[in-house]
Nanobody
Framework: VQLVESGGGSVQAGGSLRLACAVS????????MAWFRQAPEKERERVAR???????TYADSVKGRFTIPRDNAKNTPYLLMNNLRPGGTAMYYC?????????????WGQGTQVTVS
């Protein structure tokens, strides 16, 4: 399974961005998808998760502002980010796995940079 993120960029505080995660390879198995982020000199942080059955989970820091819909036709999960804050500046990573616990994702993308000023 290969994951390629896109949609990052620079935005002012209060603005919005939509990240996409293109999934290819052996996608016959239903995958759990997630987004993580890592700011400079900080540990990787959980952001949002979309289970095999469409259940969503969000970090407290993004609840009410971020959503994780999926375009099933394109096999692409998204991360819709509204009301971005300067603390949201980070490299955002898409992850996928057959399991859905936060520490079980075996496939990772290269990341896309988001800068909030």
């Amino acid at each position: 399974v290969q994951l390629v993120e896109s949609g990052g960029g620079s935005v002012q505080a209060g603005g919005s961005l939509r990240l996409a995660c293109a999934v290819s390879g052996n996608t016959n198995t239903r995958l759990c998808m997630a987004w993580f982020r890592q700011a400079p000199e900080k540990e990787r942080e959980r952001v949002a998760r979309l289970s095999h059955f469409g259940l969503t989970t969000y970090a407290d820091s993004v609840k009410g502002r971020f959503t994780i819909p999926r375009d099933n036709a394109k096999n692409t999960p998204y991360l819709l980010m509204n009301n971005l804050r300067p603390g949201g500046t980070a490299m955002y990573y898409c992850a996928a796995g057959s399991g859905c616990s936060w520490d079980s994702f075996e496939y990772w993308g290269q990341g896309t940079q988001v800068t909030v000023s």
